[in-house]
Structures are given as C-alpha cells and as structure tokens.
C-alpha cells in the first residue's frame, strides 16, 4: 500500500541554518505530496503542495521538490527563524481515492 | 471563511468511561475525516466519510469506538469504554475540493485516560 517515510528528529538548528527534512514515499501512479505543519496544541495546518513530478511547492520561505525518480519530496528553507519551531510532516494523497497518507512527523527546533 | 471547529479541546477521563468529541466541518465540504495522533506519531486514519455515508472505517476499533455524520454536516466519535492506550490528540478534518485536494484540520481534542 501507499505510504510515507520521514527522516526521525528531533532536528535543533541554530537561527539563520539551513533545513533539510527528508521524505520519501511508495505509491503507484502519480500521488499528490505535501508537508504539513503541527505548532504546539494545535492542528496540521498545510505548509506546501505538489502534484507532479518537477513541481516545486513553495511558502513561507520553506520549499520541496516532486522528484520522481528518487520517490522523494525533501523540505528544504535556506534560513531558519525561532518562529519555525514546530513538527513536520509529509503526507500523500492517492490519485485513485481520497486517502491521506502521513509520515510521523519530524520535531524542529530552533534556537536563538 | 470559518475553519474546522472541534470540541472539547481537552477531556480527562477515567478507564472504562465513555466520551464523545465532535467535528464541524468546513460548510460544503463532504469529505470528513477522523484521525487519532498519538503523541511522537503521525496522525492514523479511524474513519472517512463521504457527506454522511461511511467510505473507510477498515482501522477503527469498532468494539469501543463509533463515529456517525447524520445529516452529512458535523460528526461524533465516541469511545466506549474507553482504555489508557486511548489517550491520544483526535483530529478532525475535511477535504478541500479543488485542483489539489488537500485536508483542513481542526485544532483537535487532547484525551487523557487514567
């Protein structure tokens, strides 16, 4: 079946460092991917998006690119804040149904 | 516009009591979702709906929990009787239609059982 592997955390970087959280994902065809995130006491909240393979999803500074030949959607922001602080996930949607698949999560923490 | 609205936002219970959360959906979405989060994990499926119609419920447990969406609006998932591996975040969502489907959730219920 479908579903999605996420590098473990918890990940500390200093303010201002480079991000990388990797995620790869098993499915057939073509899945929708994105990255969620889950701020303290609260939901998911949708980070970025990507449909096809080359797209690029993009906000807030944090960007991930479809790749389809290495079956990988890695979160990358050139430069993290303190504000960034918070757990990731990746997600796939099936393109044959409406099934959310979710990887568990990987913790960020930046520091000052 | 509104977001998913969840309640209660926290709920402590003793084992083998029952408890009941509920969901109100983005208006005019028709896919529902409910997930369980255990803490250090990612969210895991219960039950999907499609307006108040049953599309996936393969990983409930359903000798303790239920859920139903009468009139394919708001939602309830209860736990009956509820035990201590229960004690998780419960997250409702709904499907945004368009282009790219994609979920919004809810703020979510923390349980605790003790």
């Known amino acids: 079946g479908d579903s999605v592997t996420q590098m473990e955390g918890p990940v500390t970087l200093s303010e201002e460092a480079f991000l990388t959280i990797n995620c790869t994902y098993t499915?057939?065809?073509?899945?929708?991917l994105f990255w969620y995130v889950q701020y303290p006491g609260e939901g998911l909240q949708l980070l970025l998006k990507?449909?096809?393979?080359?797209d690029k999803g993009s906000n807030k500074g944090f960007e991930a690119t479809y790749r389809k030949e290495t079956t990988s959607f890695h979160l990358e922001k050139g430069s993290v804040q303190v504000s960034d602080s918070a757990v990731y996930f990746c997600?796939?949607?099936?393109?044959?149904?409406?099934?959310?698949?979710f990887g568990t999560g990987t913790s960020l923490t930046v520091i000052p | 516009e509104a977001g998913v609205a969840q309640s209660p936002r926290y709920k402590i219970i003793e084992k083998r009591q029952s408890v009941a959360f509920w969901c109100n959906p983005i208006s005019g979405h028709a896919t529902l979702y409910w997930y369980q989060q255990i803490l250090g994990q990612g969210p895991k499926l219960l039950i999907q709906?499609?307006?108040?119609?049953?599309?996936?419920d393969s990983q409930l447990p359903k000798d303790r929990f239920s859920a139903e969406r009468l009139k394919g609006v708001d939602s309830t998932l209860k736990i009956q009787p509820a035990k201590l591996e229960d004690s998780a975040v419960y997250l409702c969502?709904?499907?945004?239609?368009?282009?790219?489907?994609?979920?919004?959730f809810g703020s979510g219920t923390r349980l605790t059982v003790v």
């Open positions: 997600a796939a949607k099936s393109n044959t149904g409406n099934q959310f698949y």
């Open positions: 990507a449909t096809k393979a080359d």
């Open positions: 709906f499609q307006n108040n119609g049953v599309v996936d």
């Open positions: 969502a709904s499907r945004v239609p368009g282009q790219v489907n994609y979920l919004a």
């Open positions: 499915a057939t065809g073509y899945p929708s």
